[in-house]
């Protein structure tokens, strides 16, 4: 079996309001020039000057309260904007200020923002979602017109069901004890668990929850077919229910078999659901992959750090990704995640803002796991994963991985502060060709581990490849042309702003493990952009373009807007630490779920090895 491979490990079936202005402009300054310094060897060494317990003033924490205050007042808009003109359906229209049901037209921005209500403490709003909650119908799909195609199928898609209102009610349950929360959340899971019923036990797309009827395709993408195990996995330790319990264990089952079958590596993007074995060699921390890979991690900090088979597949698949999609621009620097394509392992040297999660991953495994390779043993692995192993056993891999998630998530950040808007578009590409002096010159984007290993031999003088200092430069060329000149590095290939999380999230996670006070600077940035430029009289609208300002907006305030973005800089500005990393996991959708171990009667019920 593959998990033989790890020689020590075990394996387990248990299974992502104003201060006065002199202060506040003398904190502000402080806390943007000085920088916290870094432990680890490749870590940048930033100025000597940390801040004293006495400039971490009062003042200070009145400032970022306040900040946290102007976020908890911008949730407020946004959802008081949905009450008003949405309520009873999924999403706000907030241009026009009319409903759409997107997701079911069960009210998918109410119960993504359970859980955002508890941590920012408006108890009314909760008190006042919690009877909706309890005569909620799960078996009838709401229609309007131009709604999304899942509802007007009357399928519910399974994985954005079970992230948002599943992970909503578990996490909403988790935080305030509300009995109704998870029995409710039992009665949904119970109903989605049609969807597993495939030879592999990974779920199909859609599921009819009135009639039990699935959708027939048995193909599936790793994003959603990799990314319920968090959710079945808190559920069976909330409620006992053994049902819920072997869903996510078969998951894990069919992933670790597939994983012993490939020998290492990271998963494909294209799953058949017959066979549980991949029917693509293309490899992503994108769309159609991110939160496949972010359960890898977080269903073994969610169950204790005791299931191992999770571990293992996290660990070779990061293997994969720090040796074969993470990329350095040739003028700036900037390290850059993309995906591969075919057996070639073609790289599209996109970047896309899906997968600014990924460093905000890196930092999480970093902070929280020992990153040794010295217990897998490489004979057991094919020839590629092998090569990785080795190579990046001449590393001390945590701090490798912390570099990896600085270097991407400051080049995430600077998509942001390039643009006129302050805001980051969805895609770009990296260091392509460009025209010089009539001819093509390729400036294509080096292997991040070439550049590393190339430091690593030179005597390692200065940072490492794609950290040092990085400042922003106004993006002013037209999208979908080459680049003519200039120390961008890439070209805009679609403009749009779809009041996304996943930058926000890292910077909150590069907070939290680093304390470098820099991220919550470029965190209230990106807020003060998101107030600036998609705020609307009843909510906040996603942008067409962020390469112009003012930004032109759209008619969209997505559930998750409520859900991630903006729970994620209320996180980051207060200053009390309300979800420890230590002891709380984030589902893929922001919902935190608390870190357990199971009982020696739950391990003998669910027949969980001990």
Same mark, same amino acid.
């Given at each position: ?125 909760? *008190? /006042? #979602?919690?009877?909706?909650? $309890?005569? !909620?119908? &799960?078996? @009838? ?7 999304? =195609? ?105 992933? *670790? /078999? #597939?994983?012993?079958?490939? $020998?290492? !590596?990271? &998963?494909? @993007? ?7 074995? =991949? ?105 590629? *994963? ?225």
């Amino acid at each position: 079996m593959f998990a033989q491979a790890v020689s020590t490990l075990r394996r387990s079936r248990s299974t992502r309001y104003v201060a006065a202005a002199v202060s506040a402009i003398f904190v502000v300054s402080t806390l943007y020039y000085v920088q916290v310094p870094h432990s680890g060897e490749y870590l940048p060494h930033w100025s000597d000057s940390v801040p004293t317990q006495d400039q971490a003033s009062s003042s200070s924490d009145y400032l970022w309260d306040t900040r946290a205050a102007q976020v908890k007042q911008a949730f407020r808009h946004a959802y008081g904007g949905y009450k008003r003109y949405a309520s009873g359906y999924d999403e706000l229209r907030p241009l026009s200020n009319t409903p759409v049901n997107n997701f079911n037209g069960w009210n998918v921005s109410m119960y993504d923002s359970l859980d955002t209500m508890i941590l920012m403490g408006l108890w009314d709003e909760f *008190a /006042d #979602a919690l009877p909706v909650v $309890q005569h !909620g119908d &799960f078996r @009838t799909m709401r229609n309007t017109p131009g709604q999304g =195609p899942w509802t007007r199928s009357q399928y519910a898609p399974f994985f954005e069901t079970a992230i948002r209102y599943l992970g909503g009610l578990l996490s909403a349950y988790a935080l305030s004890g509300e009995s109704i929360l998870l029995d409710r959340a039992s009665d949904l899971a119970a109903l989605l668990e049609p969807a597993f019923n495939t030879q592999s036990g990974l779920p199909r797309f859609g599921v009819n929850t009135n009639t039990t009827a699935t959708t027939a395709a048995l193909s599936g993408i790793f994003a959603e077919v990799a990314s319920c195990q968090l959710e079945w996995t808190y559920a069976a330790h909330a409620t006992g229910n053994k049902s819920h319990y072997d869903r996510a264990s078969r998951v894990i089952s069919t992933l *670790a /078999d #597939a994983m012993e079958e490939r $020998q290492g !590596g990271m &998963f494909p @993007t294209h799953w058949h659901l017959s066979n549980g074995l =991949p029917t693509s060699e293309s490899r992503s921390v994108g769309a159609a992959a991110d939160s496949g890979h972010e359960y890898l991690l977080k269903q073994y900090l969610l169950t204790g750090k005791t299931d191992i088979e999770n571990l293992e597949m996290y660990l070779l698949s990061m293997n994969e990704v720090l040796t074969r999609l993470l990329y350095i621009t040739p003028e700036r620097g900037l390290l850059y995640v993309t995906e591969t394509s075919g057996k070639a392992f073609t790289a599209s040297h996109n970047f896309e803002h899906l997968a600014c999660f990924f460093p905000g991953l890196l930092a999480l495994g970093a902070h929280t796991l020992d990153l040794t390779l010295a217990d897998i043993d490489p004979s057991r692995l094919n020839p590629e *994963a092998r090569r990785q192993y080795e190579l990046l056993s001449k590393y001390d891999l945590k701090s490798l991985h912390m570099a990896a998630a600085e270097g991407l998530a400051t080049s995430c950040w600077l998509m942001y502060a390039d643009q006129p808007s302050g805001l980051g578009p969805e895609v770009v590409a990296m260091a392509h060709d460009t025209h010089v002096g009539g001819k093509v010159a390729d400036r294509q984007g080096k292997l991040w581990i070439e550049a590393v290993e190339e430091w690593r031999k030179g005597g390692k003088h200065g940072p490492l490849p794609g950290l040092g200092e990085k400042k922003p430069i106004m993006y002013t060329r037209p999208e979908k042309s080459t680049i003519a000149g200039g120390p961008w590095d890439y070209v805009v290939r679609r403009t749009e702003y779809f009041l996304r999380p996943e930058t926000i999230e890292s910077i909150y996670i590069m907070w939290r493990t680093t304390e470098n006070p820099v991220w919550r600077e470029r965190g209230w940035a990106i807020f003060e952009a998101i107030e600036r430029e998609t705020k609307t009289a009843s909510g906040y609208a996603s942008l067409k373009k962020v390469t112009q300002s003012p930004g032109l907006q759209m008619d969209d305030q997505p559930s998750y807007f409520l859900a991630e973005t903006l729970k994620y800089l209320y996180l980051l500005f207060k200053n009390e630490d309300l979800v420890p990393l230590d002891k709380w996991v984030f589902n893929t959708e922001a919902h935190p779920l608390p870190v357990f171990t199971w009982s020696d009667w739950q391990k003998h019920k669910f027949g969980i090895p001990r």
